[in-house]
């Protein structure tokens, strides 16, 4: 009898025990969308307070400055107190001069790592080097800079004579290389996730391997590959660093890499330093060069969605 009492609390314990567990994972259950909409949230209204902190800062260097001038003027030389002239046209050039040589760099050599890795390596090369292209993408950008200045240029120097110390050349080729590995990883994973029935039924019918890859696996993950370019480009464009170091602070409208020149991230952090008083027309004019960048890196974005939704309604 004193069993079956023993038994019969036991059992009740139990029951209370299972009920108190209910409880507490239904309050989880409730609490969890909402930690999740807070976080969400706090994501969403940081971008719209970044966006709207360039925008009224960027009305109000517009309200000193006409925008006319802003972009039509060929030169930008803001800290001329009498003579000051904000053309962005020197600014952008040698932001793309850089973008395009860290394109020209980056693109075939990253999708060309990434095919080899995809198709052709054995999974323990796979294993060996797909950790250390992650390592290259880990190396702080001030290390790059340096890299640049003083091995990449004296390297070039020897090529090119006419190369000056601080130029386009030589940070648009260690831009090239900090963004491989970006393009390397993500292409990758793209043109992995590819089904391997794709690749069997494209050898079946006798294709060699290049073949599948170059007119399967490639077309397949177009999508993913393009997003790599995308987010690559958007990475060079914003790079600090390297180009304030290796490039120069000369903003001039040029598009010859062995000349100096100056981006527009290169003159944010140059009018940031400390040096220009707050509420000038010149510490306001960051603001109107960071929303040219945001626009620009925007753009980009936008194409990529339009791309990629092309690509995956065509296969």
């Given at each position: 009898m004193a069993l079956t009492n023993n038994q019969s609390v036991s059992v009740r314990d139990l029951i209370k025990e299972k009920k108190s567990k209910n409880s507490t994972n239904q309050i989880v259950e409730k609490m969890v969308p909402g930690v999740l909409f807070v976080l969400a949230l706090i994501s969403i209204l940081t971008t719209v307070g970044i966006v709207l902190t360039l925008i009224f800062e960027t009305v109000t260097f517009f309200s000193r400055v006409s925008i006319v001038e802003f972009l039509t003027e060929k030169e930008w030389y803001p800290f001329f107190e009498e003579s000051a002239t904000y053309g962005i046209g020197?600014?952008?050039?040698?932001?793309?001069?850089?973008?395009?040589?860290?394109?020209?760099?980056?693109?075939?050599?990253?999708?060309?790592?990434?095919?080899?890795?995809?198709?052709?390596?054995?999974?323990?090369?796979?294993?060996?080097?797909?950790?250390?292209?992650?390592?290259?993408?880990?190396?702080?950008?001030?290390?790059?800079?340096?890299?640049?200045?003083?091995?990449?240029?004296?390297?070039?120097?020897?090529?090119?004579?006419?190369l000056a110390l601080f130029n386009a050349l030589s940070p648009g080729i260690v831009v090239g290389i900090m963004i491989i590995p970006m393009i390397a990883s993500l292409s990758e994973d793209a043109m992995s996730s590819v089904p391997n029935s794709m690749r069997e039924g494209a050898l079946a019918l006798g294709s060699t391997r290049f073949e599948v890859t170059m007119k399967v696996i490639v077309p397949a993950a177009m999508s993913g590959i393009v997003a790599s370019f995308v987010l690559g480009i958007s990475r060079a464009i914003g790079e600090t660093m390297i180009v304030s170091l290796a490039g120069g602070a000369t903003p001039k409208l040029t598009f010859d890499p062995t000349e100096s020149?100056?981006?527009?991230?290169?003159?944010?952090?140059?009018?940031?330093?400390?040096?220009?008083?707050?509420?000038?027309?010149?510490?306001?004019?960051?603001?109107?060069?960071?929303?040219?960048?945001?626009?620009?890196?925007?753009?980009?974005?936008?194409?990529?969605?339009?791309?990629?939704?092309?690509?995956r309604e065509e296969y």
């Open positions: 020197a600014l952008v050039s040698g932001t793309l001069l850089i973008t395009v040589i860290a394109i020209i760099v980056a693109v075939p050599i990253g999708l060309a790592a990434a095919i080899f890795l995809s198709e052709y390596a054995s999974d323990r090369t796979r294993r060996i080097i797909k950790p250390i292209l992650e390592v290259l993408a880990g190396i702080p950008t001030i290390v790059y800079g340096f890299f640049a200045l003083t091995f990449v240029t004296p390297l070039l120097q020897k090529i090119v004579p006419d020149i100056q981006t527009m991230t290169a003159y944010i952090v140059q009018v940031s330093g400390g040096d220009v008083g707050y509420g000038t027309t010149v510490y306001y004019s960051i603001y109107a060069v960071g929303m040219t960048l945001f626009l620009f890196t925007l753009i980009l974005n936008l194409l990529a969605q339009y791309i990629s939704r092309r690509f």
